[in-house]
T-cell receptor, first 114, second 110 residues
């Protein structure tokens, strides 16, 4: 009965590969997010989707492409992985109600690019 | 551009102490402010959410205050316990975005 789930939990891959991270929420929320937490533990928003539509793209390289097949899912596909992509990626969701709602976070996906 | 700063970066206290974590933000035009807890290797857990019209929120041993005009928030933890050891993150919401501080790493020693 996990609220926001992400798979995989850990991802180790070689530079240049393409990988995907999946996120699902069962809270009935209509807005989902991807955040990146770097080695200095700084958490920064990457993307936000509301009802399957992109509403925030924070100058993230084109190698990162979010895909939202429905309101409950927001997957992150990364092409041509680079060493600097190593980080923890968090998915989150919220009710988009005048921006007053709490965001609920998934457990994170730890990506290591070798 | 909204910037969020948390002081101190790390704090170590003996069990039972009351403590205060500080958060400051540069742009007072926020919808709300949220305090999160992050445990090592885990995701974020929301602790308290203060709307921009509110001054404080309480949950158990936690009390968070908000002074929007001065761009400050504090998280007060009463009677700290070893289980409170974690990183505490402050985040302000402006429109669709949450802007986070770098966190305060708290260690409560038994």
């Amino acid at each position: 009965d996990t609220a926001v789930s992400q798979t995989p939990k850990y991802l180790v891959t070689q530079m240049g590969n393409d990988k995907s991270i999946k996120c699902e929420q069962n809270l009935g929320h209509d807005t989902m997010y991807w955040y990146k937490q770097d080695s200095k533990k700084f958490l920064k928003i990457m993307f936000s989707y509301n009802n399957k539509e992109l509403i925030i793209n924070e100058t993230v390289p084109n190698r990162f492409s979010p895909k939202s097949p429905d309101k409950a899912h927001l997957n992150l596909h990364i092409n041509s992985l680079e060493l600097g992509d190593s980080a923890v990626y968090f998915c989150a969701s919220s009710l988009q109600t005048a921006y007053q709602e709490t965001q609920y976070f998934g457990p994170g996906t730890r990506l290591l690019v070798l | 551009k909204q910037e969020v700063t948390q002081i101190p970066a790390a704090l170590s206290v003996p069990e039972g102490e009351n403590l205060v974590l500080n958060c400051s933000f540069t742009d007072s035009a926020i919808y709300n402010l949220q305090w999160f807890r992050q445990d090592p290797g885990k995701g974020l857990t929301s602790l308290l959410l203060i709307q921009s019209s509110q001054r404080e929120q309480t949950s158990g041993r936690l009390n968070a205050s908000l002074d929007k005009s001065s761009g400050r928030s504090t998280l007060y933890i009463a009677a700290s316990q070893p289980g409170d050891s974690a990183t505490y993150l402050c985040a302000v919401r402006r429109a669709e975005k949450l802007v986070f501080g770098k966190g305060t790493k708290l260690t409560v020693n038994p």
